[in-house]
């Protein structure tokens, strides 16, 4: 399968680890205060994103959804308390993350309905058609294989399931991007390294921002990974988009 640049983006340059192996590091180590910075540095932006990917599952009603890099749950809940499906399976590859995610799931006694586990989003553990739908919040950037990742998603769906991924993006404002850029660069750096996070983790964020094949681009890899109907939709000046996708509902399913 084609890698693209933002494939070989890495947290920390120079290891020796592969960037699965980086990723999983990274977020072991700033799962802690993962929720905060997110609420802090978007100023609460990024619960009224999540909200919208899972408003785009509302249609087709599902009962099984899979919520890949799951993180601390924070998708899945909202899933659950929006759309009361039978169950919900969430899988990362950060443990640190995952045992956060399930003190959370405790907290709001979802344990029968939320289930967390560690895997790996390009060799997902489940048997072929086994989802209705799938959602990824901020998650593909960090794939070491775009491709592969987009293509096990389409495997463990039914047909006619639903794929809806929530990513950044550069905007496309003229005035606003410099802005953006640079609280990217040095306010979002400066602000984690105040409160004790890994700088590193904030510069690869950036880093994997620009290099990510975003908007038409990734439209026509999702397309080409066998998916159907695939649309985005940027949100907040193009900060962040949204992009969906079905797999095909007929009989005869594309070779991914």
Known sequence: ????????????KGSAQTKKQQVEGMFDKIAFRYDFLNRFLSGGIDVYWRKLLIKELVPGKPKDILDIATGTGDVAIMAYKRLRPCKITGIDISNGMLELGRKKIAKYSLQDHI???????????????????????????????????????????????????????????????????????????????????????????????????????????????????????????????IYCGKKQA???????
């Open 1 to 12: 399968m084609p890698t693209y640049s933002h494939d070989n983006i890495v947290p920390f």
């Open 115 to 241: 289930r967390l586990y560690q895997g790996d989003s390009e060799a997902i553990q489940f048997p072929d058609s086994s989802f209705d739908a799938v959602t990824v919040a901020f998650g593909v950037r960090n794939f070491e294989n775009l491709e592969k990742g987009l293509a096990e998603m389409y495997r463990v769906l039914r047909p006619g399931g639903t794929l809806a991924i929530l990513e950044f993006s550069q905007p496309k404002n003229k005035l606003f991007r410099p802005f953006y850029n640079m609280y990217m660069k040095v306010v979002a750096n400066r602000i984690s390294a105040f409160f004790g996070s890994n700088r590193a983790a904030y510069e690869y964020l950036h880093a994997s921002v620009e290099a990510f094949p975003e908007g038409k681009t990734l439209q026509r890899i999702i397309k080409q990974t066998g998916f159907e109907n695939a649309f985005f939709r940027r949100l907040t000046l193009g900060i962040c988009t």
């Open 250 to 256: 007929a009989a005869r399913e594309k070779d991914v």
